[in-house]
């Protein structure tokens, strides 16, 4: 069922659309709609990205000598010979008056502020000389130890103008696992705040700083910003933000490779050390482009916003809004505080067109029966854009409900791996509820079996049989690649298998089902974890859920759900009984749980994505310490009750065997 249908004005401006036009005028090629554009750009890879190249007249101190030398996964070379640098493009149509950033925190924090394009394009400058005059230029590494704010921002691109390289994650983190993460770069310099504001409490780090920096040998430097207005002094010696960010340096840019790295992003380490993965500017100047002008469709003029973290690809995707000329909105808070609806009042306040969140908190919403549109001004609103978990058709519905009939939901799965999405919307495609519309431009994404055959209307793995341009440059101290051959290319040699199971319609929508390490498989059926979240998470007395699949030794199999509760709410024989008719109904009777268990949390990663693999494994009796690292988990003590659970289960399978 469509919840959302595009109008025709909104299909004639789309910047979709005027590069479609665009093609027919410059190159010759007509494309009859989406469909015809897609099938395209992911079989003429070249063509397609040579195309973006020219439509977007990328900022390049050298041209390239072709667009694609080598299409061979992993190892594609995109771009040879083009030097450029990603900070160019953030600049190059910026009109100095306007706000390029605005900067939120909760009531009672650090108050709403704004940043033009002028006063942006000066604090890079001015941070960039004091990086440079620190020692750290080309091919070095910043990190930042921060929350979602505009000096966040700052600090990224005074970082890339110099060729250096940043990581950086939320403070949400503890010191030991910021330390997992960015010490593995080996980085010149810190910058980091002196705290930040979450469920109406001011959270002191300078202890985690002090942590940091006494465990990172190699850094130089230490700039402190006072988000919440602490006594920095014990800290010395430090640079003050005052002073990293003090005069009027021209900003100057350092010319380098196409897929010399930008950033390093971390996998979310459940199971042993995060992962550093390595993106170029080139890549990600060019994918994120696409993906802010032709799918999100945000120009200049918009506001765009995305409830997320300096720990989260999506503070990368949310930067990007810069690199198209929108203003971007950083929050430092919670989405709840004071109230559920806070982030509502936060695109009303801000007159944001573009908002992204988390089905989570849509949930969130429904459950407290709120009314976005009624309680809020939204009348700018145009897109919500959705990511983290797979959203529910009733969710959908809800939207077109409550926020408006005329916004667009924009449901996307992609991942920290591109730090894009390889399906989501296109302002000229109707959207269905449970179905996320389109396979992205440049993506050569399809559904294969065990067999490497491609499925339509079937389950099956989700693969990328042609190269993007943002994949990984490599992973950080993986000389040989072997890891990151292991992480995507041992299952169909030369083809990307990404991990989640899907189905691709015969009209090109894509349904995500889950993890396909983490699927469900009764007699030989495999099942997503997905089908049933959606159907027992309806229900007002479930708050979340979280299902395993535990294969024995013996050949037995066990798959418990895992529910929390509403306030006053039991797990008695009704509920129970409810729960899996719910399941039975809406999604089959295979989906239906062995045995239903009311936990007090349910544990995820700190980007939101629920413990299915490790807990599964805790189940099947691995060592903790094998299966998990407790500082990737957002919640230790949530997790430790599934500890405790798998250990008390196994030993009585032990005594009873």
């Avoid at 505009?150 to 990224?156: D, P, S, Y």
């Avoid at 037995?556 to 509760?565: A, D, E, I």
């Amino acid at each position: 069922m469509q919840t959302w249908y595009p109008t025709r004005k909104r299909t004639e401006n789309a910047n979709v659309e005027v590069f479609r036009r665009w093609l027919k005028t410059n190159r010759g090629l007509d494309f009859d709609d989406y469909t015809a554009l897609q099938r395209w750009s992911a079989t003429d890879i070249t063509q397609f990205w040579g195309a973006v190249w020219a439509y977007f007249d990328i900022a390049a101190d050298a041209p390239y000598d072709q667009v694609l030398a080598d299409e061979t996964m992993p190892g594609a070379q995109w771009f040879p010979g083009a030097t450029l640098n990603y900070v160019d493009q953030i600049f190059r149509h910026r009109h100095p008056d306007a706000v390029a950033i605005i900067d939120e925190s909760e009531p009672g924090g650090a108050g709403r502020r704004t940043l033009s394009w002028a006063e942006l394009e000066r604090q890079v400058g001015a941070v960039a000389d004091t990086l440079r005059r620190s020692g750290v230029g080309h091919g070095d590494r910043v990190v930042g130890y921060l929350p979602n704010i505009a000096e966040a921002v700052v600090a990224f691109l005074a970082t890339a103008s110099l060729g250096a390289i940043w990581a950086s994650c939320g403070q949400d983190y503890s010191a030991p696992a910021a330390v997992d993460r960015l010490g593995q770069l080996e980085p010149k310099a810190l910058i980091a705040a002196d705290g930040y504001h979450y469920g109406g409490k001011a959270h002191d780090r300078r202890e985690a700083i002090g942590y940091i920096r006494s465990h990172i040998p190699s850094l130089d430097a230490t700039i402190v910003i006072p988000r919440i207005g602490l006594a920095t002094a014990g800290l010395a010696p430090i640079t003050t933000w005052a002073e990293a960010a003090a005069g009027d340096t021209a900003l100057e840019t350092t010319p380098v490779a196409f897929d010399h790295p930008l950033w390093v992003l971390f996998s979310s380490g459940t199971s042993g050390r995060p992962k550093g993965i390595v993106h170029g500017h080139g890549g990600v100047v060019l994918e994120h482009l696409k993906s802010m002008s032709f799918h999100l469709d945000i120009s200049p003029g918009d506001t765009y916003f995305w409830y997320t973290s300096p720990s989260w690809m999506m503070w990368n995707f949310q930067v990007a809004g810069l690199l198209v000329g929108a203003t971007i909105v950083c929050y430092d808070g919670s989405p709840g505080f004071p109230t559920t609806d806070t982030l509502w009042a936060l695109a009303d306040r801000n007159r944001v067109t573009h908002l992204g969140t988390s089905p989570a908190y849509l949930q969130a919403c429904e459950k407290g029966q709120h009314a976005p549109a009624a309680e809020h001004d939204l009348s700018t609103l145009e897109t919500l854009g959705v990511t983290g978990s797979v959203l529910p058709p009733a969710s959908y519905h809800w939207v077109a409900e409550h926020v408006g009939s005329d916004v667009q939901v924009a449901s996307m799965t992609g991942g920290t791996d591109v730090v894009s999405a390889f399906a989501t919307a296109v302002p000229t495609v109707p959207v269905q509820a449970g179905e996320i519309p389109v396979v992205s431009l440049g993506a050569a994404l399809e559904a294969w079996d065990e067999d490497g055959n491609a499925l339509i209307g079937d389950v099956g793995e989700m693969v990328l049989t042609k190269p993007m341009p943002s994949m990984p440059v490599h992973f950080w101290n993986d000389p040989d690649g072997k890891r990151y051959r292991d992480a995507y290319f041992d299952t169909y040699p030369g083809v990307w298998r990404h991990g989640d199971w899907i189905t691709i319609s015969d009209h090109g929508s894509v349904v995500v089902h889950g993890r396909s390490d983490s699927t469900l498989n009764r007699n030989g059926v495999r099942m997503g974890s997905s089908d049933i979240y959606q159907a027992a998470e309806k229900l007002p007395e479930v708050r979340e859920s979280l299902v395993i699949g535990v294969e024995y030794p013996d050949g037995t199999y066990w798959m418990p759900l895992f529910v929390t509760l509403a306030d006053d709410t039991v797990l008695d024989d009704d509920l129970t009984r409810t729960i899996c008719d719910t399941i039975r109904r809406d999604a089959s009777p295979r989906h239906v749980p062995d045995e239903i268990l009311a936990a007090p949390a349910i544990p995820h990663t700190r980007t939101g994505k629920k413990l299915e693999i490790p807990i599964k494994r805790l189940f099947q009796g691995a060592p903790v310490d094998a299966v998990i690292d407790p500082q990737a988990v957002d919640d230790a003590a949530a997790l430790q009750w599934y500890i405790d659970l798998a250990a008390q289960r196994n030993r009585t399978s032990e005594d009873t065997h």
